[in-house]
């Protein structure tokens, strides 16, 4: 599997972005997908999570503010991050797994590249 991921910038406090990820090869459906983020000098760490039955999970930081969505006939997930803090500033990283979404980044199978977001105050 191999992962594309866009739709990062800057914004302001409260701005709003959404990150794509597609995914190359035939399995997408079956494939949990994921968003996870890493700010400097600190651990990667997961955002959100959609299994293939479209079972969502948020880390508490994010629950409320941002939306993980997926598309199967795209094979494209999409994360909807809006009222966007400071704190919200990372590389995003898109994650593939199959079935499940572990939420420990050492646990993942595929990656796709970083996009930055960065929230200004």
């Known amino acids: 599997v191999q992962l594309q991921a866009s739709g990062g910038g800057s914004v302001q406090t409260e701005g709003s972005l959404r990150l794509s990820c597609t995914a190359s090869?035939?399995?997408?459906?079956?494939?949990?997908m994921g968003w996870f983020r890493q700010a400097p000098g600190k651990e990667r760490e997961f955002v959100s999570g959609?299994?293939?039955?479209?079972?969502?999970l948020y880390a508490d930081s994010v629950k409320g503010r941002f939306t993980i969505s997926r598309d199967n006939a795209k094979n494209t997930v999409y994360l909807q991050m809006n009222s966007l803090k400071p704190e919200d500033t990372a590389v995003y990283y898109c994650?593939?797994?199959?079935?499940?979404?572990?939420?420990?980044?050492?646990?993942?199978?595929?990656w796709g590249q970083g996009t930055l977001v960065t929230v200004s105050s």
């Open positions: 090869g035939r399995t997408f459906s079956s494939y949990a």
């Open positions: 994650a593939a797994n199959p079935i499940t979404m572990p939420t420990m980044w050492r646990q993942i199978n595929y």
């Open positions: 959609i299994t293939w039955r479209y079972g969502t």
